[in-house]
T-cell receptor
Framework: GAGVSQSPSNKVTEKGKDVELRCDPI?????LYWYRQSLGQGLEFLIY????????KSGLPSDRFSAERTGGSVSTLTIQRTQQEDSAVYLC???????????FGQGTRLTVV | AQSVTQPDIHITVSEGASLELRCNYS??????LFWYVQSPGQGLQLLLK??????LVQGIKGFEAEFKRSQSSFNLRKPSVHWSDAAEYFC????????????FGPGTSLSVIP
């Protein structure tokens, strides 16, 4: 596609429910990132996929968070048993191998009530 | 591992004044360096990037940045700020390896006084 696409753009969920956030990167981009941005805060790194290498999961805040990337393209970030502190904008970005310039999607705004 | 610091959490400048946003990085080799801007309610947009060559790079919207290896810095500058420049600015560093991971700084919030 022309840009990084994220869905849904907004998600309201009840505390304790599971949510799935989707990211469709730019075609041909081998690297994919997930970041979290809480209100008024900077970018918190969550997870990084690069080609067929094992993902860098060092930023995932708890075992309730997981992500997968199928076929080296689309990625899904899953948050289990959501808590109110999970409310944030979740941003996905992708980049070309060895160029490292990241292109961002518009984000998914998650609200846990 | 690489890291990025932006010492100024928030800066306020008058419209028409000059601007410099600071960025320092920690990395063992010459990294890729970026500045991104996030306007209110908008996504992140790349302002400029440094990969190699001339250490003074020009970006969009009249911004420039200078890579200073000796100071491990990549400060963003603009000679005359416009009210529309009010936004969050993020410095980022990428690895010149096969791994390609990009790390972002905490951001600097810029307010512009008319």
């Amino acid at each position: 596609g022309a840009g990084v696409s994220q869905s849904p753009s907004n998600k309201v969920t009840e505390k304790g429910k599971d949510v799935e956030l989707r990211c469709d990167p730019i075609s041909g981009h081998t690297a994919l990132y997930w970041y979290r941005q809480s209100l008024g805060q900077g970018l918190e790194f969550l997870i990084y996929f690069q080609g067929n290498s094992a993902p860098d999961k060092s930023g995932l805040p708890s075992d309730r968070f997981s992500a997968e990337r199928t076929g080296g393209s689309v990625s899904t970030l899953t948050i289990q048993r959501t808590q109110q502190e999970d409310s944030a904008v979740y941003l996905c970005a992708s980049s070309f191998f060895n160029k490292a310039e990241a292109f961002f999607g518009q984000g998914t705004r998650l609200t846990v009530v | 591992a690489q890291s990025v610091t932006q010492p100024d959490i928030h800066i306020t400048v008058s419209e028409g004044a000059s601007l410099e946003l600071r960025c320092n990085y920690s990395y063992g080799a010459t990294p890729y360096l970026f500045w991104y801007v996030q306007s209110p309610g908008q996504g992140l947009q790349l302002l400029l990037k440094y990969f190699s060559g001339d250490t003074l790079v020009q970006g969009i919207k009249g911004f420039e940045a200078e890579f200073k290896r000796s100071q491990s810095s990549f400060n963003l500058r603009k000679p005359s700020v416009h009210w529309s420049d009010a936004a969050e600015y993020f410095c980022a560093v990428g690895e010149k390896t096969s791994y390609d991971k990009v790390i972002f700084g905490p951001g600097t919030s810029l307010s512009v006084i008319p």
